[in-house]
């Protein structure tokens, strides 16, 4: 609830919490609008329709949300909102701030034996080959996503001696 006066033009002063969720809507409306879902969304009946509709939906209450700001912050927000991205952190397990990753322990200790041996560092094996290789099933089974790019012709492990960090 807020608990300051709106000023002559009718508007409020906005708190750091509601600063950090209209931020976040923001970047979500820039997420939404996007067309790397379209193929997907269009596989169910209304999908693309629907996505299209969250994105008109969140873009018009930001708008909304935006004309109840005070003027002259809205100057000083401009430059920042748009350069906001929305950014997905998945929360580590453990208190600690390490970056962590939920995946199937059997999977990550079977990862590392295997990785520890170098399998893949001399290893040209093509995309067919890979899929029947015990290490790629199991770094495979640690992401939800498909490791091989349909323009691969190589395993995407072939001639690695380690997966690069993303920074």
């Not at 931020?23 to 999908?47: H, I, Q, Y």
């Not at 994105?55 to 109840?68: A, F, S």
Request: charged content about 30%.
């Amino acid at each position: 609830m807020m608990h300051q006066r709106p000023d002559e033009d009718g508007r409020y002063p906005l708190s750091m919490k509601e600063y950090t969720a209209l931020r976040t809507l923001f970047g979500a409306v820039n997420a939404l609008d996007s067309d790397t879902l379209k193929e997907r969304c269009k596989l169910f009946p209304g999908g693309w329709r629907d996505l299209r509709c969250a994105y008109t939906l969140c873009q018009r209450v930001m708008e909304k949300l935006l004309c109840t700001i005070p003027a002259k912050k809205l100057l000083s927000m401009r430059r920042e909102l748009t350069h906001t991205i929305c950014e997905v952190k998945i929360r580590p397990l453990s208190s600690s701030e390490s970056d962590s990753v939920m995946m199937d322990r059997k999977a990550l200790i079977d990862l590392i034996n295997r990785a520890i041996y170098m399998d893949c560092m001399l290893c040209q094996k093509t995309v067919k080959e890979c899929k029947r290789c015990p290490l790629f099933k199991t770094i495979d089974a640690c992401f939800p996503y498909d490791l091989i790019d349909p323009k691969d012709e190589l395993c995407p492990f072939a001639g690695v001696s380690r997966l690069e960090e993303e920074g």
